[in-house]
């Protein structure tokens, strides 16, 4: 959350660029010597910014080419991978079985992924990205200018119920082999075995290596997957039988509506412009997870197929909800010793610093809460204790409100925002409360919109590019709790960046979104719409090209759509 000017030094106020950094919550008390002189370094004369911007990293429209394609199956990827991106890029099962005894049965013929690349549609490249990702082949994105964190933060690859370009179904199927060890993979494929051999079916030798493969060829025979589920059930293995559950329970619905509405289908397609785009995801390598959905958009679903009567969240237009919005615009250190270990580090005479323009955002979100009917509650200023005490009592005041929404506008460090009082507040504190103090609230959406810093880091570009002025703030990582979202400014680690004069760019962008949006999108796409506007944007001081990424945490269980704004 560092200071980025020309000379590595905090700015005095009177120096500050139009755009301010939320993460200039530290400053110095005394000005630097070389400020007082008088007058603006060059890099002082560009628009003034505090940090609040990520700037974009090149898609893989921009990097991706059929000779990469070429190169990476040649010199990067082993049998396993290959079969494994066979599994997950082809759209087609009958083609995928076909390649795939190809591939196996002559020594390993090269040059079948770059065919596949070759006759696909334009498309091709950003569904190979994200099964690259999915399989955790790292290295060779990296060849290609891919950061990990960008991929995680992008495609959310191991999370199971979100998709971009990859078959949902395939991908979730996929992180279940990958999630089973050697005797528990024989095992399912002894069950699937036996199914398939009262069917007349059977399973290839060249397929035993392969749990995926197993899966392709129930595909392949019409299988209903429903059996697998009811097999990973009797293994114990709830977790990914809720997860292969959802995704089943999804394709019917859509299938469904697209039965219902098939003289208009054409009128659905998802635009190229609906498609997602980069976002954060919490850098989990390792878990399975089950309701991260991060910004990402199902891959078998438009916009327009998810109709309200598609399993969503009931959202009585009458009373949709409260928000709560909490915004902490001056600061100052608490004398009481009881709360001395909840200050932040004041080392070197730095405190936190007023947050300048952050009205702007609080302005914002009340007229668009306000024009769809919720209940809008604006607290300025609370000490640490005084944020809990309004939380509780804003949530236990609920009743039969639809949903409940809190924006948090304050300074921040991973894990935590800080009261007026400059004093930290856990975020799983607050999202505890959200999700246990009101049994009204159960099964009911909960949203967490957290504009503060979660680090002291800028996020950095790995190569140089042109950018305008910005600084850094990051978003810490929530709890797992049902029902809710968590939306964060910035990544974990990284600060984010307010504008003096027009806000945040996280939060204008999602008040943008919801504008434009409203009631025609969920909730999670209007998010990844917010993504794609902030990394748009960037930012430049001595330091390097500064850059924000917002981040998505959520276990919401259906989609969650705003109510309309009314026309009154």
Same mark, same amino acid.
Not at 484 to 500: D, E, K, M, Q, S
């Given at each position: 959350?560092?200071?980025?000017?020309?000379?590595?030094?905090?700015?005095?106020?009177?120096?500050?660029?139009?755009?301010?950094?939320?993460?200039?919550?530290?400053?110095?008390?005394?000005?630097?010597?070389?400020?007082?002189?008088?007058?603006?370094?060059?890099?002082?004369?560009?628009?003034?910014?505090?940090?609040?911007?990520?700037?974009?990293?090149?898609?893989?429209?921009?990097?991706?080419?059929?000779?990469?394609? $070429? /190169?990476?199956?040649?010199?990067?990827?082993?049998?396993?991978?290959?079969?494994?991106?066979?599994?997950?890029?082809?759209?087609?099962?009958?083609?995928?079985?076909?390649?795939?005894?190809?591939?196996?049965?002559?020594?390993?013929?090269?040059?079948?992924?770059?065919?596949?690349?070759?006759? $696909?549609?334009?498309?091709?490249?950003?569904?190979?990205?994200?099964?690259?990702?999915?399989?955790?082949?790292?290295?060779?994105?990296? $060849?290609?200018?891919?950061?990990?964190?960008?991929?995680?933060?992008?495609?959310?690859?191991?999370?199971?119920?979100?998709?971009?370009?990859?078959?949902?179904?395939?991908?979730?199927?996929?992180?279940?082999?990958?999630?089973?060890? @050697?005797?528990?993979?024989?095992?399912?494929?002894?069950?699937?075995?036996? #199914?398939?051999?009262?069917?007349?079916?059977?399973?290839?030798?060249?397929?035993?290596?392969?749990?995926?493969?197993?899966?392709?060829?129930?595909?392949?025979?019409?299988?209903?997957?429903?059996? =697998?589920?009811?097999?990973?059930?009797?293994?114990?293995?709830?977790?990914?039988?809720?997860?292969?559950?959802?995704?089943? #329970?999804?394709?019917?619905?859509?299938?469904?509506?697209?039965?219902?509405?098939?003289?208009?289908?054409?009128?659905?397609?998802?635009?190229?412009?609906?498609?997602?785009? +980069?976002?954060?995801?919490?850098?989990?390598?390792?878990?399975?997870?089950?309701?991260?959905?991060?910004?990402?958009?199902?891959?078998?679903?438009?916009?327009?197929?998810?109709?309200?009567?598609?399993?969503?969240?009931?959202?009585?237009?009458?009373?949709?909800?409260?928000?709560?919005?909490?915004?902490?615009?001056?600061?100052?250190?608490?004398?009481? +010793?009881?709360?001395?270990?909840?200050?932040?580090?004041?080392?070197?005479?730095?405190?936190?610093?007023?947050?300048?323009?952050?009205?702007?955002?609080?302005?914002?979100?009340?007229?668009?809460?306000?024009?769809?009917?919720?209940?809008?509650?604006?607290? +300025?200023?609370?000490?640490?204790?005084?944020?809990?005490?309004?939380?509780?009592?804003? =949530?236990?005041?609920?009743?039969?409100?639809?949903?409940?929404?809190?924006?948090?506008?304050?300074?921040?460090?991973?894990?935590?925002?800080?009261?007026?009082?400059?004093?930290?507040?856990?975020?799983?504190?607050?999202?505890?409360?959200?999700?246990?103090?009101?049994?009204?609230?159960?099964?009911?959406?909960?949203?967490?919109?957290?504009? @503060?810093?979660?680090?002291?880091?800028?996020?950095?570009?790995?190569?140089?590019?042109?950018?305008?002025?910005?600084?850094?703030?990051?978003?810490?990582?929530?709890?797992?709790?049902?029902?809710?979202?968590?939306?964060?400014?910035?990544?974990?680690? /990284?600060?984010?960046?307010?504008?003096?004069?027009?806000?945040?760019?996280?939060?204008?962008?999602?008040?943008?979104? =919801?504008?434009?949006?409203?009631?025609?999108?969920?909730?999670?796409?209007?998010?990844?719409?917010?993504?794609?506007?902030?990394?748009?944007?960037?930012?430049?001081?001595?330091?390097?090209?500064?850059?924000?990424?917002?981040?998505?945490?959520?276990?919401?269980?259906? +989609?969650?759509?705003?109510?309309?704004?009314?026309?009154?």
């Amino acid at each position: 959350m560092g200071v980025g000017t020309s000379t590595g030094k905090y700015l005095n106020e009177d120096d500050l660029s139009d755009d301010e950094l939320d993460w200039r919550y530290f400053s110095t008390v005394q000005k630097p010597q070389e400020m007082q002189a008088g007058g603006l370094s060059k890099a002082d004369q560009t628009p003034r910014n505090k940090l609040d911007a990520v700037a974009p990293i090149s898609g893989p429209q921009e990097t991706l080419t059929l000779k990469n394609v $070429q /190169h990476i199956e040649e010199k990067e990827l082993d049998e396993y991978e290959i079969v494994a991106l066979i599994y997950l890029l082809y759209d087609n099962c009958d083609d995928a079985v076909r390649d795939l005894k190809i591939y196996l049965e002559t020594l390993k013929n090269p040059g079948i992924l770059y065919k596949w690349a070759e006759t $696909q549609d334009p498309h091709w490249k950003e569904k190979f990205v994200e099964a690259l990702a999915i399989i955790k082949n790292f290295k060779a994105l990296k $060849q290609l200018g891919y950061s990990k964190e960008y991929l995680q933060t992008m495609y959310l690859p191991l999370q199971a119920r979100v998709s971009c370009a990859v078959n949902h179904k395939r991908k979730v199927l996929y992180l279940i082999a990958e999630h089973l060890n @050697s005797g528990q993979s024989s095992h399912l494929m002894g069950l699937m075995k036996k #199914s398939l051999a009262r069917a007349n079916i059977t399973i290839p030798d060249y397929y035993r290596d392969y749990l995926e493969l197993s899966f392709l060829q129930w595909e392949y025979s019409r299988m209903d997957f429903g059996d =697998i589920r009811n097999m990973l059930k009797k293994m114990g293995f709830e977790v990914f039988a809720d997860e292969l559950e959802s995704v089943i #329970s999804l394709s019917k619905q859509v299938r469904s509506q697209r039965n219902l509405h098939s003289n208009s289908l054409e009128n659905v397609v998802l635009r190229p412009d609906m498609r997602r785009q +980069p976002s954060t995801a919490k850098d989990n390598t390792n878990n399975f997870s089950i309701g991260s959905f991060e910004t990402a958009q199902f891959s078998e679903i438009t916009a327009d197929e998810m109709s309200r009567e598609w399993n969503s969240y009931p959202i009585d237009r009458d009373k949709p909800g409260v928000a709560l919005i909490i915004n902490q615009e001056a600061f100052y250190t608490e004398t009481n +010793p009881a709360y001395t270990d909840l200050l932040h580090d004041q080392s070197d005479n730095i405190m936190l610093e007023n947050r300048q323009g952050t009205e702007k955002d609080s302005d914002r979100l009340k007229s668009v809460f306000n024009r769809m009917g919720y209940k809008v509650i604006v607290k +300025p200023n609370l000490a640490h204790y005084d944020m809990i005490k309004q939380i509780e009592e804003t =949530i236990d005041a609920i009743v039969e409100e639809s949903s409940l929404i809190i924006c948090i506008l304050s300074h921040g460090e991973t894990g935590v925002v800080y009261g007026a009082n400059s004093c930290r507040v856990s975020v799983e504190k607050i999202t505890h409360i959200m999700c246990a103090r009101n049994e009204n609230l159960v099964g009911r959406p909960k949203v967490l919109i957290l504009q @503060s810093c979660q680090g002291r880091q800028c996020q950095k570009l790995k190569k140089p590019v042109a950018v305008d002025g910005n600084r850094t703030d990051g978003p810490a990582n929530g709890p797992v709790t049902a029902d809710l979202l968590t939306f964060w400014a910035t990544i974990r680690g /990284h600060a984010a960046i307010r504008n003096v004069n027009r806000g945040s760019w996280f939060i204008q962008a999602l008040c943008d979104e =919801i504008e434009k949006g409203n009631n025609r999108y969920h909730f999670l796409e209007i998010c990844t719409r917010v993504v794609h506007q902030v990394t748009s944007m960037k930012w430049e001081d001595s330091s390097g090209i500064n850059v924000m990424t917002p981040l998505v945490e959520l276990t919401l269980r259906k +989609p969650f759509y705003l109510p309309p704004f009314r026309s009154d």
